[in-house]
């Protein structure tokens, strides 16, 4: 995903393994920029970073940086972990997107929150529930804003975009020991249903 960024400075890009696959990091002055979770292998980050990032430039990572990286990859094998002070580059985001994402990073481990919770905790009417779904499809930051968080109501897990879909959502949930009601069996991936 790229996302116009009309900013002065550097991007910069830093990439670590994780126990769910390695994690790419792209950040400016101002804060990360984008993540890419369960990107697989280091190499594959790199390039998923060079398609979206072409100009960021790969380095040592800053000690902000550097205690996101490590916090992400402890998160990532159980451990939870509160993200809320890692800095974000939210200025190419749109509004409502942005306004999600700061509600979604309010979820602490081990918890979760309806899709229309964060759209009435947003002041939208219950309909925007599908308006906050594609804003967390759209996630530049996993797991920083940790969309894994948001479910769908009745205890169905909701949609997840990144590789594994639902499966991933899940995992995720149960590494942070959250309670999850619906089976696995009945959680279909966000694009199983396209699926002949």
């Not at 994690?23 to 980050?45: K, N």
């Not at 960021?56 to 094998?77: F, H, K, M, N």
């Not at 696995?184 to 002949?196: I, N, R, V």
Request: hydrophobic share 45%.
């Amino acid at each position: 995903m790229v996302f116009d960024l009309s900013m002065d400075g550097r991007l910069m890009s830093a990439f670590a393994p994780t126990p769910l696959g390695a994690i790419g990091i792209v950040w400016s002055e101002a804060g990360i920029v984008a993540s890419w979770m369960h990107a697989g292998t280091t190499d594959r980050a790199r390039e998923q970073v060079r398609r979206a990032y072409p100009n960021a430039a790969e380095t040592t990572p800053p000690a902000a940086v550097s205690t996101a990286l490590d916090e992400i990859a402890e998160l990532l094998e159980g451990h939870p972990r509160d993200l809320r002070a890692v800095a974000l580059d939210m200025r190419s985001v749109p509004e409502f997107d942005r306004r999600v994402y700061e509600v979604a990073r309010t979820i602490p481990p081990g918890s979760t929150m309806t899709y229309g919770a964060v759209a009435k905790a947003l002041g939208e009417e219950p309909m925007r529930a599908r308006d906050v779904g594609v804003a967390l499809a759209r996630n530049p930051f996993a797991p920083i804003v940790p969309c894994h968080r948001v479910v769908g109501a009745g205890g169905k897990l909701g949609g997840y975009s990144a590789p594994g879909g639902a499966a991933t959502k899940r995992r995720l949930l149960e590494l942070e020991g959250a309670e999850i009601a619906a089976a696995p069996e009945q959680q279909p991936g966000l694009f199983d249903a396209l699926s002949p």
